[in-house]
């Protein structure tokens, strides 16, 4: 695998790529987007990049983890064939002034603005530097994959955007580089996000249900989201300082 920090020195050529950008701290839920692209295309590219642009709270871009050696070994193990891992500069010179402003999709957009728009910025330059047949994203964060549907459409891309389902714990916890932070007490209390929705999914009304089932979670958001390929029930809640997000399908295929 090769490690590439220069825009200029990725040479990828003219063969099918399969793009994965991840913002690292590798779990996975990312080895399985790994994998997906691995199958489907003649060159794996991931990139590696913690945008700060799509950042709303800055305590929560200084906790960011980062261990680039960890995850060089893991997309490594994987079969990526080049990790793009610019710096903050390479993507952002001083003077830069272009956004991809994309309408927000439900309460996830609402809840964290400015968030969508980094997200689309940061996938648009990603997409124009490495020129991928197909994009890798999860089901995690379900909304996120159709606002870059929307984008990729709107603006005529010629890509083809793939959503990976959720990777879980055992426990049924979605994977999140940010459930590092959890502390014990924390992780336990978590559980009742994903044991809310999955079980709100067959209920006339799965947003009482899920809120219902919520164990004393506090939820920023419940919704069910019409994500234009499929319906989703969505929702976010804090732990503690952390902000978790997860979702469940009610209708559709999101792939
Ligand atoms: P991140 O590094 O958190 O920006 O995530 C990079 C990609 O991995 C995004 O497309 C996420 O949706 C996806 N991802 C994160 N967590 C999971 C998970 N538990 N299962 C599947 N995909 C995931």
């Known amino acids: 695998m090769k490690v590439v920090r220069g825009i200029a020195d990725l040479h990828l050529g003219t063969a099918e790529i399969g793009l994965v950008p991840t913002m690292g701290a590798l779990h996975a839920g990312h080895r399985s987007l790994f994998r997906a692209a691995r199958a489907e295309n003649d060159v794996v590219v991931a990139s590696l990049f913690v945008n700060p642009v799509q950042f709303d709270e800055p305590s929560d871009l200084a906790a960011y983890p980062r261990d680039e050696m960890r995850d060089a070994a893991i997309a490594e ?12 500069d390479e993507l952002y010179p001083p003077d830069f002034a272009t956004w991809i402003d994309v309408e927000a999709v439900g309460a996830e957009g609402a809840a964290r603005p ?18 991928p047949r197909r994009a890798y994203f999860g089901q995690k964060d379900a909304q996120q994959s159709a606002v870059l549907r929307r984008v990729v459409r709107d603006l005529n891309l010629p890509l083809e955007i793939r959503v990976m389902p959720t990777v879980r714990d055992a426990d049924g916890l979605a994977l999140s580089s940010r459930n590092v932070r959890l502390t014990a007490d924390e992780r336990e209390q978590a559980l009742g996000l994903p044991r809310a929705l999955q079980a709100a999914a067959g209920a006339d009304d799965p947003v009482a249900a899920a809120r219902a089932g919520l164990n004393g ?17 969505a929702a976010a809640v804090r732990v503690g300082t952390t902000r978790l997000i997860d979702n469940v399908l009610l209708e559709g295929d999101l792939s």
Not at 220 to 227: G, K, M, N
Request: aromatic share 8%; with cysteine; net charge negative.
């Open 114 to 131: 400015g968030h969508f728009r980094g997200v689309a910025t940061v996938c648009v330059k990603l997409f124009n530097i490495v020129r």
């Open 217 to 233: 979670l506090h939820p920023e958001y419940i919704e069910v989201v019409d994500l234009g390929v499929a319906t989703v029930l």
């Open 77 to 88: 193990e994987e079969g990526v064939d080049v990790l793009f891992a610019p710096g903050p």
